[in-house]
């Protein structure tokens, strides 16, 4: 019989019979039982069980080297009208019909015992057991006790101490409180990497638990006694309201700086009682990492710049890992962003250029290439020259990098799917082409990881969007006609796409939204602070939030006509407001007869903002100026 059987018959009992073989004669040596160093009891320490329902205990002698002994245990009951206990360890809330054979347990009395683990004289720490009525209903609340919670939920840190917060469980059957009889419970937070709990705390009374905050989001708690469980009850870490970057120890957010220069920002995070919390999980993204890079996870990051060229860095509070678990998710930008141009005089960037061309379309027999040319010189390749010639599977009508991402994929559309023959195709970093049919069309969008790709096919019937995954080379199609125009937020969580007078909103946490224009949406684009996205719709520009979309956009702007394209520009002009420092952000807008260029300052909440969500900003934007005429 193995270790665990004898454990769990808790039989210590064992004759072990020796034959002689001296004198001629036979004989049998009986070997005492050996004294243990220690007993283990478990369950350990304390339980809560019903009347009349059974609980099992198993003892584990061991001797000083912490080896299993075969021992006689026995298990003892400071209180047999309470509890009593078989000798194979099986406890009854009451009294059990034989304790060598048992079989009926017979309810008692609620109350309390202590068992122990007895074997020569050697006994085990007690477990205290706890038997009570039926339990039909468990109720958590905050302790009345202690400060009242500010805008409901609790701060992650302050000074580098998260704030703490006490619960109670409190137990009924019938109606009755009978909280005082049960004993400890168990606590439980589906989320503990927003939310931990802990008993074991001084002070605490058996009920009771600490609740510790560690990132913000929104989880539940349950408390459970004697295979009852109380209703899931929410709990709040206060959601980040407000993000402010700032670098190199100020207030400048703008930098000219030389090739290879780092830069070390910071973010100042608000949460929703109006506390500055610390070792926020953040994300920090660059408009450009070729040229700036941003390595960062929580208040601070580093700013590298590898090559000559400008980029915007902004940070934001980014679900699944910030503001976790809201529903809609409720992503938060830095109100301000930092721009950063590295280079000199005669500095030029190192990069590969691509070249194709549309000619083959709807050619018999005509094959289409892909041409890499070399942009810069170096000891084994001169400057421009073109590269090993790369044969596509079709004629491409869109090629689009992803702004982000650092010798990143090229994702080449096509209009035709010719029966599922033809479709998405994707250059790697290595000059290698995939063809993916499952997404024809065109590209609208390519997210700044490189992850997802937007691809709509107007040419086929029905017309369809595609969301391509770059990770697992998956696309999902979706029943969207004659979409044009999409713009992925920087953080790549959220997607805008214009299809007619519909903007759909696509979010890798939430389920898609459709809203209606009012117009013919033809353009889409992200300021690079993120917290925003301007749709156009006829010569309309109108913010929309990025955080939560809403019927009510923001302030619009009118431009001389319908802008053919527009793109934010990395400029940055500073504006101190009190205590709050925002930015002035710019479009350009190419319409006729020129070009206009868009001002716009996004507005942080005044401080503190308490009892605000975490979709708080608001823009500001100024009429468009036309600053060329005649393009």
Known sequence: M?????????????ILGFTSCGGGGNGTTVVAEPVPSIITLSPTQQASVELGETLGFIATPENSGGTFLTTTVQFVSSNNAVVSVASSGLACAGTWDSLTNPQICTPGQTGVAQITAQAQGVSSPATIVYVHSHIDKIVVTPVASQTPLVANCISKAQASKSQIFNFQANAFSLGTDITSSVGP?????????????????????????????????ITTITASAANANSIATPVTVCPVTSILVNANGS?????????????????????????????????????????????????????????????????????PTCNIGFQP???????????????????????????????????????????????????????????????????????????????????????FSQAGTKGLMVLSSSNAVAQFPSAPGKVLAVSPDGTKVIVSDTADSPNQLYLFNASGNVSTPFSISGATAAAFSPDSLKAFV??????????????????????????????PEGGFAYVATGSTLTPWQTCSVTSTPAQAVTTNSAPQF??????????????????????????????????????????????????????????????????
């Open 498 to 527: 214009l299809a007619g007078t519909q903007l759909y909103v696509f979010s890798a946490q939430d389920a898609m939204q459709t809203i209606a224009l009012g117009g013919t949406g033809n353009n889409v684009a992200f300021i």
């Open 329 to 415: 998710s409720e992503p938060v930008y830095s109100s301000n962003y930092i721009r950063v141009i590295a280079g000199s005089t005669g500095t030029t960037p190192s990069n590969t250029l691509f070249v194709t061309s549309d000619g083959c379309a709807n050619v018999s027999g005509c094959v289409t290439t892909v041409i890499p040319i070399s942009a810069t010189g170096s000891t084994t390749s001169p400057a421009n020259a073109l590269g090993a010639t790369l044969i596509l599977a079709a004629t491409p009508n869109s090629f689009v990098f992803p702004n982000n991402v650092v010798s990143g994929s090229g994702f080449l559309g096509t209009d």
């Open 566 to 631: 527009f793109q934010p520009l990395n400029t940055v002009q500073t504006v101190v407001n009190g205590s709050a420092v925002n930015q002035i952000q710019s479009l350009l807008a190419v319409d006729s007869p020129g070009i206009d260029l868009i001002t716009a300052q996004v507005n942080l909440p005044a401080p503190p903002p308490q009892l605000l969500g975490a979709c708080a900003l608001n823009i500001t934007s100024n009429p468009a100026s036309s600053v060329a005429k005649g393009f």
């Open 251 to 319: 207030n400048n957010t703008d930098f000219t700086v030389p090739v290879g220069t780092t830069v070390n920002a910071r973010a100042t995070v608000i949460d929703a009682a109006g506390n500055t919390i610390e070792n926020v999980p953040l994300t920090w993204t660059s408009s450009n990492a070729n040229s700036v890079t941003a390595n960062g996870s929580n208040d601070s990051a580093i700013i590298s710049t590898p090559l000559g060229g400008a980029g915007t860095v902004v940070a934001s509070c980014t679900p």
């Open 2 to 14: 193995g270790r665990l059987g004898l454990a769990l018959l808790a039989i210590a009992v064992i």
């Open 185 to 217: 419970f168990t606590w439980t937070s589906a989320n503990s990497s927003v939310l931990t709990l802990n008993t074991v705390v001084n002070g605490l009374a058996l009920n009771q638990a600490q609740a510790t905050a560690n990132v913000p989001g």
